[in-house]
């Protein structure tokens, strides 16, 4: 079963490799093992959560996390128009397996890389409190609890609107990371599957 994944979006343009170089030495400091696959592909096993300013955790329920480029970014179905410049690159860091120790690790990840990256975080879809019956994609209730999560919480969010097919248009949260700092401190904190 496979995990969560976020986005994140970059600014400046610079070449994957570069960006790899970077990103790899700095998770061989705790990863164990980093392993680059053809095409540039990451993945790598957290053992060493004190490097994103976590305590111990059991690493067995910990699985895989991967780290790749987005080559869809940027999409020319997002509306842009919330921030002062179009994103020119993404890059997707997304956990093999599901669990709450799983969602942790991903979103500390997210936010270290972030930062190191200078990138705005894409939660591939609305955050908000625990789902409830009745939830799915188009839900207004789903927008109203994600729009007073958004409002409470510490730095910048927007509303990214997006094809769904068939016409229809839905939106996702894209964050700095003083929001997803907040986000991860939240009682209901959780990522998209």
């Given at each position: ?6 986005g994140l ?46 305590r111990a ?30 994103p020119v ?105």
């Amino acid at each position: 079963m496979s995990g969560p994944a976020v986005g994140l979006w970059l600014f400046e343009p610079c070449g994957f490799a570069d960006i790899l170089a970077d990103v790899v030495s700095w998770l061989e400091t705790f990863c164990d093992p980093v392993e680059t696959k053809a095409g540039g592909d990451v993945d790598f096993w957290v053992r060493d959560g004190s490097a994103l300013g976590l305590r111990a955790f059991d690493p067995s329920g910990v699985g895989v996390f991967f780290l790749s480029e987005d080559e869809e970014m940027p999409a020319d179905d997002e509306d842009y128009s919330a921030f002062s410049r179009q994103p020119v690159q993404g890059l997707v860091v997304g956990a093999g397996c599901s669990g709450s120790v799983n969602h942790v690790l991903l979103g500390h990840l997210a936010l270290a890389l972030a930062r190191r990256l200078d990138a705005l975080v894409d939660f591939d879809g609305l955050l908000s409190s625990r789902p409830v019956a009745g939830d799915d994609t188009g839900n207004e209730a789903v927008l109203a609890r994600a729009r007073v999560l958004a409002s409470v919480l510490p730095g910048n969010v927007a509303e990214v609107s997006y094809d769904t097919g068939g016409g229809g248009r839905w939106v996702r949260h894209v964050g700095d990371a003083e929001f997803l700092q907040a986000w991860l401190q939240h009682p209901d904190f959780h990522l998209i599957k």
